[in-house]
């Protein structure tokens, strides 16, 4: 008897269990707007009690999980074309901005203190440019004591994000150097680490060392990063303010689904090295659909803060707008 | 009737991990096909790894990380060996019994620690000292070498000394009897007496330092190049398979199941060699 109530107890339970489930979104893709997409999504399961769960597995992987329909949503760090969309019928809009800073581990030079031309930086990662003390660095940091040693450049060992907004940044200057997620560095001294952390680690503890990570990984291991030259030719050190700036000059249309590579932007102000993230959601997927974009509208009104604090830059209220009437037009909203 | 059940399900449990192990080979296999097709032999020292701006093919060569794999375990049998032969010496027939048991299980747990574990400790702590020592980057070559090498000693060492402790005490005692020294006694009888084993536990750590990803990974630099000087970084095949598999696509997975497939015969080869030729030659 007592054996009895008690499975019916349970019974009860896993069925509760099971409702609860059913109203969890899944979504896995780019690591780079990860940390601020855990903090929405707990702060979003407080309020409301929808559970969203994101795995940062990487932007390919998730444009690949989105395509086989194993997810709700799925992030991206590079925007898919129209043609892509189309194919494989999939919305797609902008979450949040976030940059990409330059940081390096050098006795004696504290964080933004080093300023890196567009042609240094260039050369630096086109293997032009081998040894700290080169003129090319040298002549915009005279009050610096270079040393003549051997510059190593870390990058991703994995395909990222993160690498394609970078590597957009770098072909404006230097058009040899291919706009890739995984691309063959030209360099000389080449380390590379597994996602921002492995890179982060690896500038940590090799001197002389100079590698791209994103900004929030720069704030909490408490990395130097570069003032690095933007198109007007200014050195502008990476603070939340430079990347608003940046943020202001991003041409976004819903009638492209927001297809747009918004790195090395114009301003006097603009810190050049700027990204956005993308969800891509499944066409035919209304109710689901009408979740996520619940959940983001809900990021896009109680969102901004956290997103700040962490070191993105939120979309600008034009663009949030923008994003809403195209949910409204897909009829996702 | 529970005699029957009992049986059954034991001989399922058997016959399942040889079904799993032939299962792993022919996914591999089959996944490779593609890669196998393209490249074929030419793959094992095409030195490229590149993928097509388009995602979709690209041209792949497997020369790179075979050679790192292959460096980086021999630069850790070099530094495992004298070291884990002078441990189970040690322990054998030198060290007092009240030191035995201590060191005994020290190296065993050892032997436990997760290999994770091992390369952020090498990262963070060892990199640093062998980049002050030796020069280059800290993270390379050497340093993922002698970090296997940490890995791989307590158990060559464990099974070595399970190896000697076989030795029967009448051989040594009359060959002590006979005027030899410790060194002679180590040299001629329970060397040659245990060989089988020690030959064995080599093999077996080669094995397990060939495929060792998540230590390697931290440490080897994860570069696609032959490394010049023994500082420089290079990378290994589980290091490639564990960087890339999550965001690559058609032709490069198939070219990473290729990869894979290798080092699943030469490790499969090598314990193999291990298990039938000198543990089962003689009776240790």
Same mark, same amino acid.
């Given at each position: 008897?007592?054996?009895?109530?008690?499975?019916?107890?349970?019974?009860?339970?896993?069925?509760?269990?099971?409702?609860?489930?059913?109203?969890?979104?899944?979504?896995r893709g780019a690591s780079?707007?990860?940390?601020?997409?855990?903090?929405?999504?707990?702060?979003?399961?407080?309020?409301?009690?929808?559970?969203?769960?994101?795995?940062?597995t990487g932007s390919g992987d998730g444009v690949k999980s989105i395509t086989k329909?194993m997810?709700?949503?799925a992030?991206s760090d590079t925007?898919l074309?129209?043609?892509e969309?189309?194919?494989e019928?999939?919305?797609?809009?902008?979450?949040?901005?976030?940059?990409?800073?330059?940081?390096?581990?050098?006795?004696?030079?504290?964080?933004?203190?080093?300023?890196?031309?567009?042609?240094?930086?260039?050369?630096?990662?086109?293997?032009?440019?081998?040894?700290?003390?080169?003129?090319?660095?040298?002549?915009?940091?005279?009050?610096?004591?270079?040393?003549?040693?051997?510059?190593?450049?870390?990058v991703r060992a994995d395909k990222s994000g993160t690498t394609f907004?970078?590597t957009?940044?770098?072909?404006?200057?230097?058009?040899?150097?291919k706009v890739s997620k995984k691309p063959t560095w030209?360099?000389?001294?080449v380390?590379a680490g597994k996602s921002?952390?492995g890179?982060?680690?690896?500038?940590?503890?090799?001197?002389?060392?100079?590698?791209?990570?994103?900004?929030?990984?720069?704030?909490?291991?408490?990395?130097?990063?570069?003032?690095?030259?933007?198109?007007?030719?200014?050195?502008?050190?990476?603070?939340?303010?430079?990347?608003?700036?940046?943020?202001?000059?991003?041409?976004?249309?819903?009638?492209?689904?927001?297809?747009?590579?918004?790195?090395?932007?114009?301003?006097?102000?603009?810190?050049?090295?700027?990204?956005?993230?993308?969800?891509?959601?499944?066409?035919?997927?209304?109710?689901?659909?009408?979740?996520?974009?619940?959940?983001?509208?809900?990021?896009?009104?109680?969102?901004?803060?956290?997103?700040?604090?962490?070191?993105?830059?939120?979309?600008?209220?034009?663009?949030?707008?923008?994003?809403?009437?195209?949910?409204?037009?897909?009829?996702?909203? | 009737?529970?005699?029957?059940?009992?049986?059954?399900?034991?001989?399922?449990?058997?016959?399942?991990?040889?079904?799993?192990?032939?299962?792993i080979?022919?996914v591999l296999f089959t996944y490779a096909q593609e890669a196998l097709h393209e490249f074929g032999i030419d793959f094992l020292y095409s030195d490229s790894w590149e993928v097509d701006e388009d995602d979709e093919g690209g041209l792949f060569g497997g020369w790179i990380p075979i050679v790192g794999t292959?460096?980086?375990?021999?630069?850790?049998?070099?530094?495992?060996?004298?070291?884990?032969?002078?441990?189970?010496?040690?322990?054998?027939?030198?060290?007092?019994?009240?030191?035995? +048991?201590?060191?005994? $299980?020290?190296?065993?747990? %050892? =032997?436990?620690?997760?290999?994770?574990?091992?390369? /952020?400790?090498?990262? @963070?702590?060892?990199?640093?000292?062998?980049?002050?020592?030796?020069?280059?980057?800290?993270?390379?070559?050497?340093?993922?070498?002698?970090?296997?090498?940490?890995?791989?000693?307590?158990?060559?060492?464990?099974?070595?000394?399970?190896?000697?402790?076989?030795?029967?005490?009448?051989?040594?005692?009359?060959?002590?009897?006979?005027?030899?020294?410790?060194?002679?006694?180590?040299?001629?009888?329970?060397?040659?007496?245990? +060989?089988?084993?020690? $030959?064995?536990?080599?093999? %077996? =750590?080669?094995?397990?330092?060939?495929?060792?990803t /998540?230590?390697?990974a @931290?440490?080897i630099g994860s570069v696609m190049k032959i490394?010049?000087?023994?500082?420089?970084?290079t990378t290994s095949i589980p290091v490639l398979l564990a960087n890339n598999f999550a965001e690559a696509q058609d032709l490069e997975i198939s070219a990473m199941y290729y990869l894979a497939l290798i080092l699943f015969v030469?490790?499969?080869?090598?314990?193999?060699?291990?298990?039938?030729?000198?543990?089962?030659?003689?009776?240790?």
């Amino acid at each position: 008897m007592v054996m009895k109530k008690m499975f019916t107890a349970a019974l009860i339970a896993s069925v509760t269990a099971v409702t609860v489930y059913a109203e969890e979104l899944k979504g896995r893709g780019a690591s780079f707007p990860a940390p601020l997409y855990k903090v929405w999504t707990s702060e979003y399961y407080k309020a409301t009690g929808v559970k969203v769960n994101y795995t940062p597995t990487g932007s390919g992987d998730g444009v690949k999980s989105i395509t086989k329909r194993m997810v709700d949503f799925a992030g991206s760090d590079t925007p898919l074309k129209q043609k892509e969309l189309k194919k494989e019928k999939l919305h797609m809009f902008p979450t949040v901005v976030g940059s990409v800073v330059l940081a390096y581990n050098l006795d004696g030079i504290k964080d933004g203190e080093l300023k890196l031309s567009r042609k240094a930086i260039a050369g630096i990662f086109n293997g032009t440019i081998t040894h700290w003390d080169d003129q090319a660095i040298a002549e915009h940091n005279a009050e610096l004591q270079l040393p003549h040693e051997p510059i190593t450049v870390a990058v991703r060992a994995d395909k990222s994000g993160t690498t394609f907004n970078f590597t957009y940044f770098l072909n404006q200057i230097d058009e040899k150097i291919k706009v890739s997620k995984k691309p063959t560095w030209k360099a000389n001294k080449v380390i590379a680490g597994k996602s921002n952390s492995g890179v982060s680690a690896n500038i940590q503890q090799i001197k002389n060392s100079i590698g791209y990570i994103e900004y929030s990984y720069k704030m909490t291991l408490g990395l130097s990063a570069a003032q690095v030259e933007n198109k007007e030719g200014q050195f502008i050190t990476p603070t939340l303010e430079s990347f608003q700036d940046a943020a202001k000059y991003a041409t976004w249309t819903p009638d492209n689904d927001f297809y747009a590579v918004i790195g090395d932007p114009a301003g006097v102000t603009s810190y050049p090295i700027v990204a956005a993230t993308f969800l891509l959601l499944p066409e035919e997927k209304q109710a689901t659909n009408k979740n996520v974009t619940k959940f983001m509208e809900w990021a896009f009104t109680q969102g901004d803060a956290p997103a700040v604090e962490l070191g993105y830059v939120p979309l600008p209220k034009e663009t949030k707008d923008q994003i809403r009437a195209y949910w409204e037009a897909k009829g996702i909203r | 009737m529970g005699g029957k059940l009992f049986r059954n399900f034991s001989f399922l449990s058997a016959t399942l991990s040889f079904f799993i192990l032939i299962g792993i080979f022919a996914v591999l296999f089959t996944y490779a096909q593609e890669a196998l097709h393209e490249f074929g032999i030419d793959f094992l020292y095409s030195d490229s790894w590149e993928v097509d701006e388009d995602d979709e093919g690209g041209l792949f060569g497997g020369w790179i990380p075979i050679v790192g794999t292959l460096l980086s375990t021999l630069i850790a049998m070099a530094i495992a060996i004298p070291l884990a032969m002078g441990i189970a010496i040690f322990l054998t027939e030198i060290a007092h019994e009240t030191l035995v +048991k201590p060191v005994s $299980i020290a190296i065993e747990l %050892l =032997a436990a620690i997760p290999s994770i574990i091992y390369g /952020m400790w090498g990262l @963070f702590y060892f990199a640093p000292i062998v980049q002050s020592t030796v020069g280059g980057d800290g993270v390379g070559l050497l340093t993922a070498g002698i970090v296997l090498a940490i890995m791989i000693i307590p158990f060559m060492a464990a099974i070595t000394r399970d190896a000697m402790n076989t030795v029967p005490p009448v051989l040594k005692e009359s060959a002590y009897a006979m005027g030899a020294t410790t060194y002679e006694v180590v040299k001629d009888v329970v060397m040659p007496y245990a +060989k089988g084993g020690i $030959i064995g536990s080599i093999i %077996l =750590a080669l094995g397990r330092a060939l495929g060792e990803t /998540m230590a390697v990974a @931290f440490l080897i630099g994860s570069v696609m190049k032959i490394p010049d000087r023994i500082t420089d970084p290079t990378t290994s095949i589980p290091v490639l398979l564990a960087n890339n598999f999550a965001e690559a696509q058609d032709l490069e997975i198939s070219a990473m199941y290729y990869l894979a497939l290798i080092l699943f015969v030469v490790s499969f080869a090598l314990i193999s060699l291990a298990k039938f030729y000198f543990f089962g030659r003689k009776s240790v």
